[in-house]
C-alpha cells in the first residue's frame, strides 16, 4: 500500500496543476459573462422585443449608433452600457465624470450628451411615442454625491421598468407601429 502511494506522489502535481487550471479558467469564464447574462434577464423582463448595434438617421443628414434599443411598456427605450466597477462622482452637467475603485482613480467623458442624441434622433423617428434614454452602469457602480436621474445601475433600471412591463401590454402594442419604423430605417 504503502509502495503504491510512494508511486502516486510524483504524478499528484501533474494530475492537479491541469485541473486547478480548468476550474481558474471556467471560474473566469462565469466571472466575466455574470453581466452580460445579468442584463439579457432584465431585458427579457422589461421588454417586449430588443435591437443592439443600429445605425439611424441622426436628423441632421448624418449617422447615429445606438448600442441597445427596447421596445417597452412605458415607450421606446435607448440604453447606453458603461462598465464600471467603484464610486463615481457624476453630475448632469459636469463635463467628465469620476470613478474612485480603491487607489486607482480614473475620469470619462459625461455620457448623457450622446445618450440625449440618441434618444432625440430616435425621437425623430417615433413620432408620439414616448422615447426614453438610459445609461446603464454595469458592475458594482456606486454613485457618491448624487445620480442623475438618466444613470442608473442595472438594478435601478428592472425596478423602474419592470412594474410597467407587467402591468401594460396593451401599450406596446400602440408603440409597435414606431418600432417597425425604427427597424425599417436602421442598418445593423
Known sequence: ???ELKFLLPWIPVI???????LLGVWLYL????????LRR???KIASESQ???VIPDGMDGEIQLQHVLLTSMGILVMDLKRVDGNVFAGEKLEEWTVMAGP?????QNPLPALRARTAAV????????VLGRVVFL???EFVGGRPEQAVTLQQLEEEFAEAARKGSESISAFHSSWQQIQLVASH
Open 123 to 130: 425621437q425623430g423617428l417615433a413620432k408620439d411615442v414616448p
Open 104 to 108: 486607482k482613480r480614473y475620469k470619462f
Open 42 to 44: 432584465v431585458v427579457r
Open 16 to 22: 492537479a496543476l491541469p485541473a486547478v487550471l480548468v
Open 31 to 38: 466571472r466575466q459573462t455574470a453581466q452580460a447574462r445579468a
Open 1 to 3: 500500500m504503502i509502495s
Open 139 to 141: 458592475g458594482k457602480a
Open 52 to 54: 443592439t448595434e443600429l
